[in-house]
C-alpha cells in the first residue's frame, strides 16, 4: 500500500491569540496542488469564539484586507453555493460566512473534495482540497477547542 501523501493529512495547530492565554486550535489541508493555482494554499477549519467553527481559505498572494471577494464551492459529490467572504489574518485567509461551518461539521466529512474559486475585482484564484480524513480530524479539533 503506498503512503498517504501529505495533501491526504489534516494538519492539526495550535497558535496564540492576541490575548494572554488565549489559543486557536486548527486543522488545515493543503490544496492539490496538480489542481489548483499556485496562489491557493488549502482549507483551514479553526475553532471560534463562542462554540463557532470558521472556515477560511488559505491564499498565498493575498488580497488588500478589507476586500469581501466571492468564494465559489462546489462539492465532488454536487453541489454548488457562491457566499460573500471577508478577509483574515491580513489578507491571506478569506474567512467563509458562518453558514459554511455547518458544511464542515457535516456534509463534507463524506464529500470526497472541494472545488474552490475565490474572485476578488478582476483577480480569481482557484484550488482542490481533498476532504478525506475530515471526520476524524474534526472531532479532534472539538475536542481540543475548549482547551
Known amino acids: 500500500m503506498a503512503a498517504p501523501t501529505p495533501s491526504s493529512v489534516w494538519k492539526f495547530s495550535r497558535t496564540q491569540g492576541g490575548k494572554d492565554g ?6 488545515t489541508k493543503t490544496a492539490d496542488t496538480t489542481q489548483s493555482d499556485p496562489d491557493f494554499a488549502g ?5 471560534a469564539p463562542k462554540g463557532k467553527m470558521d472556515v477560511l481559505v488559505a ?3 493575498p488580497f488588500p484586507p478589507r476586500s469581501h471577494p466571492k ?14 467572504a471577508s478577509m483574515a489574518a491580513a ?7 458562518d453558514e459554511v461551518s455547518a458544511f464542515a461539521a457535516g456534509k463534507w466529512q ?3 473534495s472541494l472545488s474552490v474559486v475565490v474572485r476578488e475585482s478582476d483577480s ?20 481540543n477547542c475548549s482547551q
Open 22 to 27: 488565549e489559543s486557536f486550535a486548527a486543522i
Open 110 to 112: 463524506t464529500t470526497a
Open 59 to 61: 491564499l498565498i498572494r
Open 71 to 84: 468564494v465559489t464551492i462546489a462539492a465532488s459529490g454536487g453541489g454548488t453555493l457562491t457566499f460573500d
Open 43 to 47: 482549507l483551514i477549519v479553526r475553532c
Open 91 to 97: 489578507g491571506a485567509a478569506v474567512l467563509l460566512p
Open 124 to 143: 480569481e484564484i482557484k484550488g482542490v482540497v481533498a476532504l478525506n480524513g475530515l471526520r476524524e480530524a474534526y472531532h479532534s479539533l472539538l475536542a
